[in-house]
């Protein structure tokens, strides 16, 4: 069973950037397709972006796409998502997730494993 714990978020101004970080442990996660989706108040949690196992392929929900950039260092056993030009409905909790199939995917079901969130607040 994999653990994952997100870190980086925070309070930042629009137009300002945040790098969230994931860190794995219990197993590794080089055979794991990974994901960030978010959940903002009384809204339901969605896809944000994924990456592949070895990192050749990724997606994006198109509200982030050209902005956000997720990457991952399978010798360190953790996944980024770097976050620029934020705006204010970017405000979320972002969660990371893991599937035990090294495909990703853009659905939450799809996923074996969550970590418990990181809060991202962007003032306007």
């Known amino acids: 069973q994999v653990q994952l714990v997100e870190s980086g978020g925070g309070l930042v101004q629009a137009g300002g950037s945040l790098r969230l970080s994931c860190a794995a442990s219990?197993?590794?996660?080089?055979?794991?397709?990974m994901g960030w989706f978010r959940q903002a108040p009384g809204k339901e949690r969605v896809f944000v972006a994924a990456i592949s196992w070895g990192g050749g392929a990724t997606r994006y929900a198109d509200s982030v796409k050209g902005r956000f950039t997720i990457s991952r260092d399978n010798a360190k056993n953790t996944v980024h998502l770097q976050m620029n030009s934020l705006k204010p409905e970017d405000t979320a909790v972002y969660y990371c997730?893991?599937?035990?199939?090294?495909?990703?995917?853009?659905?939450?079901?799809?996923?074996?494993?969550w970590g418990q969130g990181t809060q991202v607040t962007v003032s306007s």
């Open positions: 997730a893991a599937r035990l199939d090294r495909v990703y995917s853009t659905r939450g079901y799809d996923y074996d494993a």
């Open positions: 219990g197993r590794t996660i080089s055979n794991s397709g």
